[in-house]
T-cell receptor, first 115, second 114 residues
């Protein structure tokens, strides 16, 4: 079965510094990988996805993610963090079978950006 | 605004009761997914419907059931509620069953079982 792992429960970074939120994946076949963000009392919002092509994927709000096949990783990055980036971040992988496809989510990483 | 609408936003009920959560997908989306988010279990996939038919089942309890109606809205029915069913229930939709694209999530229904 497809799965993703987010090894850090929380990441702390100062505003203006670069941030990285880690994700590793385990899939059979080609990986379809996603990042979502959840702000307090809100639903999940799509940030970016990797299907194929360039290993560096650019997404919403200045976020990007680097796909690394040899390390089976898909880390989320941003060059300069904002306090407003503080939220819960989920990595996800598409799991599909006959006639269906769904997303399997990691456990989430809480990002805290301090002023 | 994702375009996915969930009602009610908050629901408080007692153990043993039954509740119905409702979801309206984005206009034109045929697939509806239900997820449960709890502190100890994270985001768990419950069930998927596509154009009225059940397509995939995840960690959905037998006390829970869902359906998708001809107008494509979906309902998640939770019965014989237990304290452990307290969670945030999300609905999501996507435009095509085999899409490589993302899911669009509603803002969730927060269920509290007392």
């Amino acid at each position: 079965a497809q799965s993703v792992a987010q090894p850090e429960d929380q990441v702390n970074v100062a505003e203006g510094n670069p941030l990285t939120v880690k994700c590793t994946y385990s899939v059979s076949g080609n990986p379809y990988l996603f990042w979502y963000v959840q702000y307090p009392n809100r639903g999940l919002q799509f940030l970016l996805k990797y299907i194929t092509g360039d290993n560096l994927v650019k997404g919403s709000y200045g976020f990007e993610a680097e796909f690394n096949k040899s390390q089976t990783s898909f880390h989320l990055k941003k060059p300069s963090a904002l306090v407003s980036d503080s939220a819960l971040y989920f990595c996800a992988v598409r799991d599909e079978g006959t006639g269906f496809q769904k997303l399997v989510f990691g456990t989430g990483t809480r990002l805290l950006v301090s002023p | 605004d994702s375009g996915v609408t969930q009602t009610p936003k908050h629901l408080i009920t007692a153990t043993g009761q039954r509740v119905t959560l409702r979801c309206s997908p984005r206009s034109g989306d045929l697939s509806v997914y239900w997820y449960q988010q709890s502190l100890d279990q994270g985001l768990q996939f419950l069930i998927q419907y596509y154009n009225g038919e059940e397509r995939a089942k995840g960690n959905i309890l037998e006390r829970f059931s869902a359906q998708q109606f001809p107008d494509l809205h979906s309902e998640l029915n939770l019965s014989s509620l237990e304290l452990g069913d307290s969670a945030l229930y999300f609905c999501a939709s996507s435009p095509r069953d085999s899409s490589t694209g993302e899911l669009f999530f509603g803002e969730g229904s927060r269920l509290t079982v007392l």
